[in-house]
């Protein structure tokens, strides 16, 4: 019988890059092999963001481009899942009228189902979470939610290469309105993982070749689940994944200002498996323009913050968000952003350029009146005054010896391979070959090593550079890290171990 194989293609966050290795993980069980070859595919799946209109307009390009290949490959299923397949089904089916099938993200374990009714009846098949409401009653929800937690129960990778750093999903949805946040609508209401099932589940990691895991919430610091009769909160839940055997980084994102408590930075300081790096969305430098947000922090509570986590954790490196353009922003709103980036020295940021997303707050109640070019040029000042920001502050780590986690080869490396596989070369390791990895704050370094190295922890003399990346060269080649880990090591006090 001929192999199926599945085309998967993901945009947009971390969320995102789970859901498709657990949706990789369930169709593998229905019998489908993964291909990187959309035109060929038995099935293809486009895993979609809603967070801004560009993101949904290069998918419906990419949805696009799969109208021929379906055309000659008769038996191809198209489908939609994640954010945009639960925010409009209707418009996609509408605009896509070779696409079989839309799924939203809470609803991926009924994939396969889907797929047979395509193939019983070629007809679109559709599920949705819109059936997660607020307006539910708490024993509704706890059955829901227990129906959408189903894929995260059923993970089971293979020890690999591609289990070294694992996401672990810690919660779902988010509560928090923003006014111009799609988010509430496509993932539904905040629900947090119970403590012994994300410990069970990065233990499984673990087991397999995890020696990273990255704990993924959409404001992930709110975390609180009920553990007999008492709540877990989530600087407790950092202890306890800490110490899980053979676990040796964690890290978290993405984090809410507003709900950060000093507790955690206590025991990202006392916890030495935890990462001294911070995903710290602010998205504007102006109290007007937050209060228009509905962001629930002022600038000031948000610098306060952060001098509070440099006090606990003096390398603490922090990343953020702005959006430009919102509703409303004037010059002054925009050199208040310019002026918090000098003034908080980030590591680095990542800016958007607002774009309405219909059903929110923004979009109902106020206009989207910045022009295009003024956007455009005030995503280019803020990205320019962190590149310097950033660029001067990696020139100073010249001449330090770092600790990273080996990741792999360097971007470079592996198109230098592929090419010499493409013309038919024996491709062999190299003493001038680039590996790559991340600091203990996230700070990217490339360097020279051999493929042992790959997965381990190396020290690496940083001899130069840029506002991204630092280069450098290993002081020791491969070697293990002799800090303490494991359990007995991570557990604060007050802090129950699993």
């Given at each position: 019988m001929p192999q199926k194989t599945v085309y998967l293609e993901t945009m947009g966050c971390q969320m995102n890059v789970l859901d498709s290795e657990l949706v990789l993980g369930l169709l593998r069980a229905q019998g489908y092999e993964p291909?990187?070859?959309?035109?060929?595919?038995?099935?293809?799946?486009?895993?979609?963001?809603?967070?801004?209109?560009?993101?949904?307009?290069?998918?419906?390009?990419?949805?696009?481009?799969?109208?021929?290949?379906?055309?000659?490959?008769?038996?191809?299923?198209?489908?939609?899942?994640?954010?945009?397949?639960?925010?409009?089904?209707?418009?996609?089916?509408?605009?896509?009228?070779?696409?079989?099938?839309?799924?939203?993200?809470?609803?991926?374990?009924?994939?396969?189902?889907?797929?047979?009714?395509?193939?019983?009846?070629?007809?679109?098949?559709?599920?949705?979470?819109?059936?997660?409401?607020?307006?539910?009653?708490?024993?509704?929800?706890?059955?829901?939610y227990d129906s959408v937690e189903a894929l995260d129960f059923s993970r089971n990778p293979e020890p690999g290469p591609g289990v070294l750093q694992s996401y672990v999903r810690v919660q779902r949805g988010c509560d928090k309105f923003c006014s111009f946040c799609v988010v509430p609508f496509t993932r539904g209401p905040e629900r947090s993982r119970p403590?012994?099932?994300?410990?069970?589940?990065?233990?499984?990691?673990?087991?397999?070749?995890?020696?990273?895991?990255?704990?993924?919430?959409?404001?992930?610091?709110?975390?609180?689940?009920?553990?007999?009769?008492?709540?877990?909160?989530?600087?407790?839940?950092?202890?306890?994944?800490?110490?899980?055997?053979?676990?040796?980084?964690?890290?978290?994102?993405?984090?809410?200002?507003?709900?950060?408590?000093?507790?955690?930075?206590?025991?990202?300081?006392?916890?030495?498996?935890?990462?001294?790096?911070?995903?710290?969305p602010v998205q504007s430098g102006s109290d007007a323009i937050l209060k228009r947000m509905r962001r629930e922090y002022t600038v000031g509570e948000y610098i306060d913050l952060i001098e509070r986590g440099r006090d606990y954790i003096p390398d603490l490196s922090i990343a953020s968000d702005f959006i430009v353009g919102f509703c409303g922003e004037t010059e002054d709103d925009h050199e208040a952003s310019l002026l918090l980036i000098e003034r908080c020295r980030f590591k680095n940021i990542f800016v958007f350029k607002y774009s309405e997303r219909p059903g929110t707050v923004a979009r109902k109640r106020a206009g989207d009146d910045v022009p295009d070019e003024i956007k455009r040029r005030r995503n280019q000042e803020l990205l320019a005054a962190q590149e310097r920001i950033s660029a001067a502050a990696n020139r100073e780590r010249i001449g330090s010896t770092v600790e990273v986690l080996v990741e792999g080869y360097s971007k470079a490396a592996v198109k230098a391979r592929e090419a010499e596989q493409a013309r038919g070369e024996e491709v062999g390791w190299r003493r001038s070959d680039q590996?790559?990895?991340?600091?203990?704050?996230?700070?990217?370094?490339?360097?020279?090593?051999?493929?042992?190295?790959?997965?381990?922890?190396?020290?690496?003399?940083?001899?130069?550079?840029?506002?991204?990346?630092?280069?450098?060269?290993?002081?020791?080649?491969?070697?293990?890290?002799?800090r303490t880990c494991g359990a007995g090591s991570a557990a604060s006090p007050g802090f129950e171990s699993p």
């Open positions: 291909t990187d070859d959309m035109t060929t595919a038995d099935l293809a799946l486009i895993n979609t963001c809603s967070v801004r209109d560009h993101a949904e307009q290069k998918a419906l390009s990419r949805l696009g481009s799969l109208k021929r290949p379906k055309q000659l490959h008769s038996g191809m299923i198209v489908g939609v899942i994640g954010c945009m397949a639960e925010r409009d089904p209707d418009g996609i089916f509408a605009s896509m009228p070779h696409v079989d099938l839309v799924c939203g993200p809470g609803e991926l374990n009924k994939l396969p189902a889907l797929i047979e009714d395509v193939h019983a009846g070629r007809t679109h098949a559709v599920a949705l979470s819109q059936s997660l409401s607020r307006r539910s009653t708490p024993l509704q929800r706890a059955l829901e403590p012994s099932q994300i410990i069970d589940e990065t233990r499984m990691l673990a087991d397999r070749g995890a020696r990273e895991v990255t704990l993924l919430g959409q404001t992930v610091n709110s975390y609180v689940n009920q553990e007999n009769g008492r709540p877990v909160r989530f600087a407790e839940l950092l202890a306890r994944v800490a110490s899980v055997p053979g676990i040796e980084r964690v890290r978290f994102v993405t984090n809410y200002p507003g709900d950060f408590t000093d507790d955690i930075f206590e025991v990202m300081r006392d916890v030495p498996e935890l990462s001294h790096y911070l995903h710290l590996l790559v990895g991340r600091t203990w704050t996230d700070h990217i370094v490339v360097f020279p090593g051999a493929p042992e190295d790959i997965g381990r922890f190396a020290d690496v003399r940083i001899s130069d550079a840029t506002a991204l990346t630092l280069h450098g060269t290993s002081v020791r080649g491969s070697w293990e890290r002799n």
